[in-house]
């Protein structure tokens, strides 16, 4: 997972859609302005004859009556195309974007044939844009075009001064350097599922340039389309290659709030005292007199310094206190201290408040004290509900204690595991996860995570916010695996590690007790192997924010030493090398293809104007991928008989403001249509694509939301659930146009039962013309619906849920099946007896 990703939440309703009156009154303006001596709050007529001024005004009220219906091809989509409509010096409709370097944005009054033009200049280089987003028809051809001027514009890497389509690969006009007086770009282009799109007056390009550029009159021109009758032909005689159900994958990292304060059900925030307490960091507080508590860098507990309390003996209290928990009345609390001290200064108090009131809490008294660290378990019952419960830990005697870990869980956790989360994830019913990263293993030790989990190692998460408290080591994760049913699958560090570690990562989950780390193990708690089937040598490894990243011609060498060190601790296992689609796939493929079994694939998707351009894009990635690598298995000698598929181990939306901790973001029901769509596409390429691990599985853009007491399936999580446990696994055939709707079908493992899943990402209720072949359906035995009352409907914890899977009573009617707007619809079918 790459730190960043850009993307572009427009406002389309403003400036993207443009009414035939206003395309009218641009025509009308265009002529006025050939007429008139034309200036932004006022004109000055030419001296001219009266008659010909009469005339000229008789020309514009005939142009703005002018119909567009009688010629589609005069529509042109793009408002405020001339740049005269301003407001605070600004072109109305129109944005900036700087991608790369420091760019200066103007309005100039060098134009080419109106008032002003905009203008993009660099002395340092940039890559950088004029935007606007139009709406446009799908499945039609347009003509991009417009005029662009040039000064001592030199590559710095980019590709010059051109128009482009943003996101959408190879649709830019020819790119102009140097200097040029106005000259005419244009593309003609095909906007298949796209219903809005963000042109680019673009300057730069992939890369920086410097000098000037002048762009003005820039249109979109509406050629020809097609009436999109969705009608579809399901061939179930026809079956393609069986889906892996590891497609249904899903990925937990060390990020945020997705294991922390997400899956793991630990209350307390740096429960072992990385932060000095008191410090703005530290979520600790000091109860008492701030010199009353020190750290102690000595006697320490987890490699770091513990808090050392020390007392008076004058009867004030003194001690720690961390305040924001969330508790519920009746609900039961467990948890433990790790202290030691001084005789005097018992009884040690651990109190759980609930209120302000001299009643509202709970006390647990520590009556006998010692100068060795020694754990204490209490309980409690939380006597009302409240969202800033306290956990205090005082004393009012003499002498001194030290504390070095606190713990604090509901009673109810199931291993350590949020049951509210575990009981969703069951019924997410995921055939495998992903563990423990992501960008994080690649500063990762795994060792830190063995042990008594008080005596880990807090360390400073290496790749993202936070603490680490290496309370989820491999044990843990194999425990959360076997509470959910899931295989797991782990990343080793292939970043900072070295193979020495991955190879005794692997002896330790899969060898004999005897081995030296199978040894360790038992020791450990668990004395059978683990037998892990599937891992990965490292993550991202191209790219220059992963730590320890390398060149190709130097990652490839490692790469063939960790599996071979790998190999020899167990022979059994299947290893995913890291991809990225392009040269570094390639070179891995042709260097490597001899220890790998699977290559590994990520893609990410923002949010795009139009609602069947954010939701096409997620399928549309995929195609790209499985694509590339087809056309990999036909010109890389060196695959030959190899069957090396894809592990496509994250993937997913990520855009929007973070509302569920670091990376936290809400899904709508528009991102339950991609990936319902993205589901889709995998069953199309099942040949290739063995594996998929959406990314992430909770809070951390993921498929369950959680607050501090409350879980809850986002929209995503929704479609992963119900395709995972109604969708059939064997695809079919499909032919026909089903655009603008996404339409697969599956048969299910019992053979008798045929699934068809239909999406409709408009608005709009769409009839279906849905012919099966080979099969004849008696009735759909169920029909289950994914919907909401608009596009960006979304589920919160804690709160009345907007998207539901509903089960729904209406009659199957293939020739014109009625796809309700907004919709996700999965239909089982049940063949008619002969």
């Known amino acids: 997972m790459k730190s960043g990703l850009s993307s572009y939440s427009g406002n389309c309703q403003k400036f993207n859609s443009q009414s035939k009156a206003a395309i009218k009154r641009e025509k009308a303006t265009h002529w006025f302005k050939r007429i008139f001596c034309y200036k932004e709050k006022s004109f000055q007529v030419k001296r001219v004859s009266g008659a010909f001024v009469w005339l000229s005004i008789l020309l514009v009220a005939l142009l703005s009556s002018y119909s567009l219906t009688a010629d589609n091809r005069s529509q042109q989509a793009i408002p405020n195309s001339s740049f005269e409509e301003t407001e605070n010096g600004r072109p109305v409709g129109w944005r900036t974007v700087t991608y790369q370097g420091k760019a200066k944005f103007e309005l100039d009054i060098k134009s080419r044939s109106s008032v002003s033009s905009v203008k993009i200049s660099s002395e340092s280089g940039a890559d950088a844009s004029w935007s606007t987003v139009v709406q446009v028809r799908p499945f039609s051809k347009y003509r991009l075009a417009g005029w662009i001027k040039t000064e001592e514009l030199k590559s710095a890497g980019g590709k010059g001064a051109l128009l482009n389509i ?88 060390h990020l945020g709030r997705c294991i922390y304060q997400g899956i793991w059900a630990e209350m307390l925030e740096d429960r072992k005292f990385y932060y000095k307490v008191g410090s703005d960091d530290s979520p600790w507080k000091i109860f008492g007199q701030p010199h009353s508590v020190h750290m102690n860098p000595i006697l320490t507990y987890a490699k770091v310094p513990v808090p050392e309390i020390r007392l008076k003996g004058d009867g004030q209290e003194a001690g720690l206190y961390q305040e924001e928990l969330a508790l519920i009345a009746g609900r039961q609390y467990q948890g433990r201290v790790v202290l030691a001290g001084d005789h005097g200064v018992c009884p040690v108090e651990i109190r759980i408040v609930w209120g302000q009131e001299a009643g509202e809490k709970e006390v647990y008294r520590i009556e006998e004290i010692g100068p060795d660290y020694k754990k204490y378990f209490f309980a409690f019952t939380a006597g009302k509900s409240t969202e800033n419960g306290r956990l ?53 030790d795994w060792k830190d995570g063995l042990g008594d989990p008080d005596r880990r190692p807090p360390r400073k998460n290496p790749a993202w916010q936070g603490i680490e408290p290496n309370d989820v080591g491999i044990h843990e994760f194999m425990a959360f695996c076997r509470l959910v049913g899931a295989e797991p699958y782990i990343a080793v560090n292939s970043g900072q590690g070295n193979e020495t570690m991955a190879a005794e990562e692997v002896e330790y989950v899969n060898g004999h007790p005897e081995t030296p780390m199978g040894r360790l193990r038992a020791q450990n708690g668990h004395y059978e192997p683990f037998n892990c089937q599937f891992w990965s040598i490292g993550n991202e490894m191209y790219g220059d924010w992963q730590l320890g990243h390398m060149p190709l011609k130097d990652y490839v060498l490692k790469h063939k030493r960790f599996a071979e060190a790998m190999k020899a601790k167990d022979s059994k296992i299947k ?20 220890h790998m079994d699977y290559i590994s694939e990520h893609f990410y998707v923002g949010e795009r104007p139009g609602l069947l351009s954010h939701v096409y894009q997620v399928p549309r990635a995929i195609k790209r991928i499985a694509e590339a690598h087809r056309e990999y298995r036909k010109t890389i000698p060196e695959l030959k008989g190899k069957d090396i598929r894809i592990a496509l181990d994250e993937w997913n939306y990520w855009y929007g403001p973070y509302v569920y901790g670091e990376l936290g973001t809400q899904y709508f029901l528009k991102d339950a249509l991609g990936i319902a769509a993205g589901l889709h596409e995998y069953y199309r390429q099942s040949d290739l694509i063995y594996m998929a691990n959406y990314a992430q599985t909770v809070n951390v853009i993921g498929a369950i939301k959680t607050s501090k007491t409350d879980a809850v399936f986002d929209t995503t999580g929704l479609v992963l659930k119900l395709y995972r446990n109604e969708f059939g696994t064997g695809p079919v055939k499909i032919s026909g146009q ?18 068809v899943a239909v999406v409709n990402p408009t608005k709009e209720t769409q009839n279906l013309n849905l012919r099966l072949t080979g099969f004849k359906p008696s ?13 960006r409907a979304g589920n919160v914890p804690g709160e009345k849920t907007e998207v539901e899977i509903k089960e729904v009573k209406e009659k199957f009617q293939p020739s014109r099946l009625i796809v309700p707007p907004l919709s996700i619809n999965l239909y089982q079918l049940i063949e008619e007896k002969q």
Request: charged share 20%; hydrophobic share 40%; aromatic share 10%.
């Open 738 to 755: 089903p655009e603008p709707l996404d339409v697969m079908a599956a048969w299910k493992q019992d053979g008798e039962t045929l699934t």
């Open 166 to 253: 943003h996101g959408v690969e190879n649709l830019q006009t020819r790119a102009l350097t140097g200097t040029n007086d106005w000259i005419r770009v244009e593309l003609i282009f095909e906007t298949e599922f796209n219903d809005a799109l963000q042109v680019n007056c673009l300057f730069g390009g992939w890369g920086r340039v410097t000098g000037q550029a002048w762009f003005d009159d820039i249109t979109l021109e509406y050629l020809s389309g097609r009436t999109l009758e969705p009608r579809v032909t399901i061939q179930a005689n026809q079956k393609l290659p069986l889906v892996s159900e590891y497609i249904y994958g899903q990925f937990i990292e």
């Open 392 to 444: 205090e830990i005082v004393s009012q005697g003499s002498e001194a204690f030290r504390l070095a870990a606190v713990s604090l869980m509901p009673a109810d956790n199931l291993e350590g595991f949020r049951l509210e989360v575990i009981k969703l994830l069951r019924e997410l019913n995921s055939p495998v996860y992903r563990w423990p990263g992501g960008n994080f293993v690649s500063g990762y």
């Open 575 to 594: 290893l995913i090398g890291v991809g990225a689609v392009g040269d570094w796939s390639r070179g891995m493929l042709k260097a490597c293809v001899d």
């Open 779 to 791: 009735k759909a035995e169920k029909i289950f619906r994914i919907t909401g009352p608009h596009e």
